[in-house]
Structure formats: structure tokens, C-alpha cells
């Protein structure tokens, strides 16, 4: 099958969309499927071979975060040009209502579409103001799916219709063996962080307060935090007595991103809200590192419940700290979090995943066959 997919951030910021659409893409190469992706990019050399440009993205304020997006009459055209020459049998769309890439494929295609939608959204004036030019773009995706339930129902309270319900992926086997970083974790015991570092809902603040009550009590522990955004600034704003156990590795590369979760006794996603889905838990439950994570609708599915990681009220410092506090003093029930992680985690893994994907392309294809229409 020739597969088109359209990413509407740009490739080379990294972000849970573009790794979704970089897994799905080369998982399916991997079934033998071809497959040509279409994406924002400020490098276009530093593109994998199986992805084109369809020129640079400009940050806009979007879901409480800032978006790197591509929209014009350059992208259109490049868009319309990518379709012209992909010849293909069914062009995936992720978000289709960002004001990017996916909405300039759906107007412009005339192949098969299926829509992946990513965001969830509790209120949006401005979604809903722009409805009527959504709409003309929405109706012409022939399969839709939702990676979680929340973000299923931004779709059927903001924009209407339904989807199927297929999760983000994860590369179990790559997360499940690595050597720790240098000096990580230490008898004292070892906490993790992967987020921006200057966005709010990412939960960094909750932690740090967190982090002042356990090492009240445990003056040994230390932080590991990774992710991008103003280490100094940050630094600077932590007091004296932690600043010297907490560590910054700024940006990681996806092979240090695995030595970094292989290097904690907990790992902590602290995030207020906004979320529809979690790919970091899934990580590091490959990893086999027990999780605590903000009871947000997304994170409890991902976690079962609480079966396969420790819940705590979001923006709860304090009922953190405790938990964290727990965990760290008892080995046998993070033995017990890990073991029940690295099974929830499996059905998470993207074989399943994709294979699920394709049988949503299949659907669509056959159903709008030359032979299902006659």
C-alpha cells in the first residue's frame, strides 16, 4: 500500500506528534507499505529519507503551548504537488483542525483520507468560531481515530462525528535494556523528569516543590531532569540547599532519553493538564521504571487505573512528595509498579499499534473502491 502522511509540526523540534508519525512511519515500511511523509522543516537536509518538506513553520500559540506550524500559499502548493505525485492509495492526516499541513491536504486531496486526532481541548472559543472553514475540510476524512478517549471527545464535542479509538506507540524493545548515565541512580535514590522545562502544564514547578519535602527527609536523593528550556533560569530559581542535587541534561537524544529512564528509581510526570495520551509513561514503563503521574483522565487510562503506576491529585505538591516518599523507601513495591508496567505497556507496542492502522486504511480504501461503489 502507498501511504502519504501529513505531519502538522515541523520535524525538526521534537514533540509527541512527530514521533508518533516517525514510529508509524517506519513501522509500516517495515510491513513493506511505502511510505512518504509531508512535514514543516527548518533543515530539510536533516529530513529522513522518506520525508519532504513543504517549507518552514512559524510558532503559534496553540492547546497551551506554542506550535511550530506551517500554513500559506507556498505550503499549499507544495502540499497539492506531493499529492499530485504520490500516486497513493490513502493519505493519513494528523490533526486535521491545526491550522497547518493537515488542513491543506483535506482541502486539497481527492485520495482516500483517515484523520488522526491528537489534542484534547476541554474549551475552545476559537475551535468553535472556526468551525464553518474547518468543516469543509473535516468532512472529506473518510476514517477517523482518536489516540485516546480524551481526545475522542474534544472531536465529538467540538467538531462533531466519532472515531475509532487506537492508542499512540511505543518501541517497547528499545527502551528495555541500557546502561544508566554515570553515577545514576546512587544509594540515595533517584527521581525523573522529561518535559519543556518553560511550559507550565508540564508540571516542573509541582515537582520542585515536591522535590523540597523529600529531601527534607531523604538528604541523599537526587533529580534528574531533561528536556529543553532555560536551565539557568530555572537553576537560578531553586533554592541552596537542592540546587546541588539536581541535575539538568537539557535536551536528549532519543538513545540518552533511554539511558536517563534506566537511570531513576521513580519516574514523575507532573503535568496540570491538556494532556490526551502519554507517551513519556509508556517509555518509561518499557524501561521498566515505576511511574507516578497527575490522575489526568490520559494517564489513568494509560496507567490502568493505577494498576500499572501511582496516581496523585494534579498540582498536589504535597500529596506528591508523599508518594514519592513511599516509593522510595520501599523497593519490593516498585519491583511490583515495574513488573506491572512492562505488561500494561506491551499491547502499547507499535506492531500492535500499526497493525490496528492499517486495518482502518484498509476499510476506507475498500469502501471507497470502484467496486464497493458500484
Given at each position: 500500500?502507498?501511504?502519504?502522511?501529513?505531519c502538522?509540526?515541523?520535524?525538526?523540534v521534537p514533540?509527541g506528534?512527530?514521533?508518533h508519525i516517525?514510529?508509524l512511519?517506519?513501522?509500516?515500511?517495515?510491513?513493506?507499505h511505502?511510505v512518504s511523509v509531508?512535514?514543516p522543516?527548518?533543515d530539510?537536509?536533516?529530513l529522513?529519507?522518506?520525508?519532504?518538506s513543504?517549507?518552514?513553520a512559524?510558532?503559534?500559540p496553540?492547546?497551551?503551548s506554542?506550535?511550530?506550524l506551517c500554513f500559506?500559499?507556498?505550503?499549499?502548493g507544495?502540499?497539492?504537488r506531493?499529492?499530485?505525485e504520490g500516486?497513493?492509495?490513502?493519505v493519513?492526516?494528523?490533526e486535521?483542525a491545526a491550522p497547518s499541513l493537515g488542513l491543506?491536504a483535506c482541502?486539497?486531496?481527492d485520495?482516500?483520507?483517515v484523520?488522526t486526532?491528537?489534542t484534547s481541548?476541554?474549551?475552545?472559543r476559537a475551535m468553535?468560531?472556526?468551525y464553518?472553514?474547518?468543516?469543509?475540510?473535516l468532512?472529506?476524512?473518510?476514517?477517523?481515530v482518536?489516540?485516546s478517549e480524551?481526545?475522542?471527545?474534544?472531536?465529538?464535542e467540538?467538531?462533531?462525528?466519532?472515531?475509532?479509538?487506537i492508542p499512540?506507540?511505543v518501541?517497547?524493545?528499545?527502551f528495555?535494556?541500557?546502561?544508566p548515565l554515570?553515577g545514576w541512580?546512587?544509594?540515595?535514590?533517584?527521581?525523573?523528569?522529561?518535559?519543556?522545562?518553560?511550559?507550565?502544564r508540564k508540571?516542573?514547578a509541582v515537582?520542585?516543590?515536591?522535590f523540597?519535602?523529600v529531601?527534607e527527609h531523604?538528604?541523599?536523593?537526587?533529580?534528574?531532569?531533561a528536556?529543553p528550556?532555560?536551565?539557568?533560569?530555572?537553576?537560578r530559581?531553586?533554592?541552596?540547599?537542592?540546587?546541588?542535587?539536581?541535575?539538568?541534561?537539557?535536551?536528549?537524544?532519543e538513545q540518552?532519553k533511554?539511558r536517563?529512564?534506566?537511570s531513576?528509581?521513580v519516574y514523575v510526570?507532573?503535568?496540570?493538564?491538556g494532556?490526551?495520551f502519554?507517551?513519556?509513561l509508556?517509555?518509561?514503563m518499557a524501561?521498566?521504571?515505576p511511574?507516578?503521574?497527575?490522575?489526568?483522565?490520559?494517564?489513568?487510562?494509560?496507567?490502568d487505573?493505577?494498576?500499572a503506576?501511582?496516581?496523585?491529585?494534579?498540582?498536589?505538591s504535597?500529596r506528591?512528595?508523599r508518594?514519592l516518599?513511599e516509593?522510595?523507601?520501599d523497593?519490593?513495591q516498585r519491583?511490583?509498579l515495574a513488573a506491572?508496567g512492562?505488561e500494561?505497556v506491551?499491547?502499547?507496542?507499535w506492531?500492535?499499534v500499526?497493525?490496528?492502522?492499517?486495518?482502518?486504511?484498509?476499510?476506507?480504501?475498500?469502501?471507497?473502491s470502484p467496486?464497493a461503489e458500484?
Amino acid at each position: 500500500m502507498r501511504v502519504g502522511l501529513v505531519c502538522p509540526y515541523t520535524w525538526d523540534v521534537p514533540g509527541g506528534v512527530q514521533g508518533h508519525i516517525r514510529d508509524l512511519a517506519e513501522t509500516l515500511q517495515s510491513f513493506g507499505h511505502d511510505v512518504s511523509v509531508i512535514t514543516p522543516a527548518d533543515d530539510e537536509d536533516a529530513l529522513p529519507e522518506y520525508a519532504v518538506s513543504a517549507g518552514r513553520a512559524v510558532p503559534v500559540p496553540y492547546n497551551g503551548s506554542v506550535a511550530r506550524l506551517c500554513f500559506g500559499v507556498l505550503s499549499a502548493g507544495r502540499v497539492r504537488r506531493w499529492l499530485r505525485e504520490g500516486g497513493f492509495d490513502v493519505v493519513h492526516v494528523h490533526e486535521p483542525a491545526a491550522p497547518s499541513l493537515g488542513l491543506l491536504a483535506c482541502w486539497a486531496a481527492d485520495d482516500p483520507l483517515v484523520g488522526t486526532f491528537h489534542t484534547s481541548i476541554s474549551r475552545s472559543r476559537a475551535m468553535v468560531a472556526a468551525y464553518p472553514i474547518l468543516q469543509t475540510a473535516l468532512e472529506k476524512i473518510h476514517g477517523r481515530v482518536a489516540v485516546s478517549e480524551a481526545a475522542r471527545r474534544t472531536l465529538v464535542e467540538h467538531l462533531g462525528g466519532d472515531a475509532v479509538l487506537i492508542p499512540n506507540g511505543v518501541h517497547v524493545g528499545r527502551f528495555a535494556d541500557a546502561e544508566p548515565l554515570p553515577g545514576w541512580p546512587g544509594d540515595g535514590g533517584a527521581i525523573g523528569f522529561l518535559g519543556r522545562l518553560d511550559e507550565p502544564r508540564k508540571g516542573l514547578a509541582v515537582l520542585l516543590e515536591a522535590f523540597h519535602r523529600v529531601a527534607e527527609h531523604r538528604p541523599t536523593t537526587r533529580l534528574l531532569i531533561a528536556g529543553p528550556g532555560d536551565v539557568d533560569q530555572v537553576r537560578r530559581s531553586l533554592d541552596s540547599d537542592i540546587r546541588d542535587r539536581i541535575t539538568f541534561l537539557g535536551r536528549v537524544s532519543e538513545q540518552d532519553k533511554v539511558r536517563m529512564l534506566h537511570s531513576v528509581d521513580v519516574y514523575v510526570a507532573p503535568n496540570t493538564g491538556g494532556e490526551s495520551f502519554g507517551v513519556v509513561l509508556l517509555e518509561a514503563m518499557a524501561a521498566g521504571t515505576p511511574v507516578v503521574a497527575s490522575d489526568l483522565d490520559a494517564f489513568r487510562t494509560v496507567l490502568d487505573g493505577g494498576r500499572a503506576g501511582r496516581l496523585f491529585p494534579p498540582g498536589d505538591s504535597e500529596r506528591l512528595a508523599r508518594v514519592l516518599l513511599e516509593l522510595l523507601d520501599d523497593e519490593a513495591q516498585r519491583v511490583q509498579l515495574a513488573a506491572a508496567g512492562r505488561e500494561r505497556v506491551r499491547s502499547y507496542d507499535w506492531p500492535v499499534v500499526a497493525r490496528a492502522v492499517v486495518r482502518v486504511y484498509e476499510t476506507v480504501a475498500l469502501d471507497l473502491s470502484p467496486l464497493a461503489e458500484g
